[in-house]
C-alpha cells in the first residue's frame, strides 16, 4: 500500500482548499446598492482556515489569490486580473488575507474550540471590514467631488452595513460545518 507523506498530505489539503476557495469565490449576488456583492468567499475561508489552521489556511487563500491575479475567473461574478485589486472590491481581496491570518491564529492557539474562534473570525472579519471600507471609500473619493473623509460613512454603508448579519451566519455555518471536518482531517493527516 502506497502511503503519502505529511508534507504531501499538507499541499494535498491547501490545493483541496484552495479550489474550494476558486469554486466558491465566483459564486456572488450583486446589490443594487453597493458595488461589492454578496460572496461565498469569506466562508470558503472561514472553512478553510478552521480546518486547516493558520498557516495552511493562508496559504490555500493567497494560492487563490494569485490564481486569481493571474487571469483564472475565480473572483466574485468570475472575474480576474490584478485589476480587480484595484477596483472596489480590492481592499476585501487584501482584508480577507488579514481575516485568514486572525481567524487561523485564534484557530492554533486555542486548538479549534468554538467560542474562541468565533472571536477569531469576528475579529478578523473586522480587520477585513476595515481594509475594504478604507480602500472601498478611496475609490469613491477619486474623481469625485468629495473627500475621503467625507466617502468613509458612504463606504461603510455599502461595504460592510448589508453583510454583518449573512458574515455572522457564514462563521456559525463554518464552525458547525468545520468542527466534524477539522476532526477527521488532523486525525487521518497530522494522526491527531
Do not use: H
Not at 456583492?37 to 487563490?64: D, H
Amino acid at each position: 500500500m502506497i502511503t503519502m507523506n505529511t508534507k504531501t498530505k499538507e499541499l494535498t489539503l491547501i490545493g483541496l482548499m484552495a479550489a474550494v476557495i476558486c469554486i466558491a469565490g465566483p459564486l456572488s449576488l450583486p446589490l443594487p446598492f453597493s458595488p461589492i456583492p454578496i460572496s461565498l468567499t469569506n466562508l470558503a475561508v472561514y472553512f478553510s482556515v478552521y480546518t486547516l489552521g493558520m498557516k495552511r489556511g493562508t496559504v490555500s487563500y493567497l494560492v487563490y489569490l494569485l490564481i486569481g491575479v493571474a487571469g483564472l475567473p475565480v473572483f466574485s461574478a468570475f472575474t480576474s486580473g490584478p485589476a480587480k485589486l484595484f477596483g472596489p472590491t480590492g481592499g476585501y481581496l487584501i482584508g480577507f488575507l488579514f481575516m485568514a491570518l486572525i481567524c487561523g491564529y485564534c484557530v492554533d492557539r486555542w486548538n479549534g474550540q468554538i467560542i474562541a474562534s468565533f472571536i477569531g473570525m469576528v475579529a478578523g472579519t473586522v480587520v477585513c471590514y476595515f481594509l475594504g471600507t478604507i480602500w472601498l471609500a478611496f475609490q469613491m473619493s477619486v474623481g469625485a467631488d468629495q473627500s475621503f473623509t467625507a466617502a468613509l460613512p458612504a463606504a461603510f454603508a455599502a461595504g460592510v452595513l448589508p453583510f454583518i448579519v449573512g458574515d455572522l451566519v457564514k462563521i456559525m455555518f463554518s464552525l458547525l460545518i468545520g468542527a466534524q471536518v477539522r476532526v477527521r482531517v488532523r486525525r487521518a493527516v497530522f494522526n491527531e
